[in-house]
């Protein structure tokens, strides 16, 4: 059974995580984002990307996607700021947009492996 002095401090740390929570607009920015993860294909691009800069006929012959599919997919990641582009000439390279994807995506196969 508790004591009145554990229920207090058990409220004085809910009342600090409160206070301490991310503003509500940023989370749902945040959830947002995530949603970006939740498609398969996305998931393979990102992927791919880990490895090295291609442009969309690389990735779609490479993952069996068609180019239509696979520069809708690109165009999300995109504007979710996930991936980047470069024009070479008459071809365009998409790559990773930073280091920050990459952990994402590893961290969430960590946890995956873990389970």
Excluded: W
Excluded at 65 to 76: M, N
Excluded at 90 to 109: N, P, T
Aim: hydrophobic share 35%; with cysteine.
């Amino acid at each position: 059974m508790e004591t009145c002095d554990s229920c207090t401090k058990r409220e004085e740390n809910l009342k600090n995580a409160l206070q301490n929570l991310p503003k509500e607009e940023l989370l749902y920015e945040l959830a947002e984002f995530f949603k970006i993860f939740g498609d398969s294909s996305r998931i393979l691009i990102l992927s791919l990307l880990q490895r090295g800069k291609f442009c969309v006929s690389e990735i779609s012959s490479s993952l069996n996607l068609s180019p239509s599919a696979v520069s809708h997919q690109l165009r999300i990641l995109r504007q979710a700021r996930l991936v980047k582009y470069q024009k070479q000439g008459k071809e365009v390279f998409y790559e990773l947009d930073d280091e920050h994807i990459e952990k994402i995506i590893e961290l969430g196969l960590e946890h995956l492996i873990e389970i």
